[in-house]
């Protein structure tokens, strides 16, 4: 998102005699940064039926902003202390026991066949960028006050040039084209107005919220449920649990995973862990003291960046609090 530069009107003031008086003009006054709504642009006229099977599985993994492809950043975020603010999950009615562990340190993605509920609150994000292309990301339902938020990146919302993406669906449990539970459309989707600063890409606030309609009269989390979502978290923790779907996994078409312990982050990021998943997993969830029975978490971040051996989340800070309550009051 491009920075509007304030041009300020300078005013001479011309007295009489030498003691003439010059009055200053008062200093600007910089905008704070808070939650960024704007509605969803739809170029297709009956909800979903944009995307079709086909037109889900062409599209093309999101791509993470240029200028964090080398860590360049103008400025880093501080990691404000805050009182911690834990948000419960919702299980679902039918949720799926576990039918077998998964890999607590898997630094190489592997194909998530372990059930509970994150196999149905994860999903893709379709949507079509500034550039006219169709994209995919991930994301993930969590728990709101009206059951119809969900989390996913920044970048899949707003790319570096200001533009908003149209035509965002969420897909959640999505597999090889299927749609089980259906496409939520959305309405309304939220950044941080401070996600792009003087210039340049703040990869602790990559994150962004989408508002999604109900399909068949049930809100998202009325039909597969939702995690729980933790904000100000205090610990980084040894045991991390992100998933997506990427394209270096599967295709893209099954629902993959890494876990692993926290290794040093970079780029100003808090979390980092050994992770191979590449593109169209920007926006999956990432966990930590995850409920290995039923599949039920807190998220504390979403995937935002990754180099070639490991993947970055971003901060779920005060900044994301404000914009998850400004999403979940939409």
Not at 35 to 55: I, M, Q
Not at 162 to 188: D, E, H, I
Not at 233 to 246: C, E, K
Request: proline content about 6%.
């Amino acid at each position: 998102m491009r920075t509007l530069s304030i041009v300020g009107l300078t005013t001479l003031m011309l007295g009489l005699g030498s003691h003439a008086a010059v009055a200053e003009p008062p200093a600007a006054k910089a905008a704070e940064d808070g939650p960024l709504a704007h509605n969803v642009p739809a170029t297709f006229a009956a909800g979903s039926d944009y995307w079709t099977p086909e037109r889900m599985r062409a599209a093309q993994p999101l791509a993470a902003p240029a200028d964090t492809a080398s860590g360049e950043t103008k400025s880093v975020t501080p990691f404000a202390a805050q009182e911690q603010v834990d948000i419960a999950p919702t299980p679902s009615k039918d949720t799926m026991r576990w039918v077998r562990p998964y890999v607590t340190s898997a630094a190489k993605q592997q194909t998530w066949q372990s059930g509970g509920l994150i196999a149905k609150t994860a999903g893709k994000v379709f949507g079509t960028g500034g550039s006219g292309r169709d994209f995919v990301a991930s994301g993930n339902v969590v728990t709101s006050a009206d059951g119809d938020v969900v989390v996913t990146v920044g970048h899949a919302l707003i790319d570096g040039e200001g533009r908003w993406s149209k035509n965002l669906v969420f897909v959640p449990a999505y597999k090889n084209g299927a749609a089980p539970y259906g496409k939520f459309v959305a309405r309304t989707m939220f950044i941080w107005s401070g996600y792009y600063k003087d210039g340049a890409h703040q990869p602790p606030l990559d994150f962004g919220m989408l508002v999604v309609k109900p399909v068949k009269g049930k809100t998202v989390v009325q039909t597969v449920g939702g995690q729980g979502i933790r904000f100000n978290s205090a610990t980084v923790g040894s045991s991390n649990l992100l998933l997506g779907y990427p394209s270096n996994g599967n295709g893209g078409k099954t629902l993959q995973y890494c876990s692993g312990a926290s290794v040093n982050p970079a780029y100003g990021m808090k979390y980092a862990f050994l992770c191979d998943m590449g593109g169209g997993s920007s926006g999956g969830p990432w966990f930590q003291g995850f409920n290995k029975i039923t599949g039920i978490g807190y998220q504390i971040s979403t995937h935002a960046l990754r180099n070639t051996t490991t993947s970055y989340g971003s901060y779920f800070g005060p900044e994301a609090l404000k914009t998850f309550r400004a999403a979940e009051g939409a």
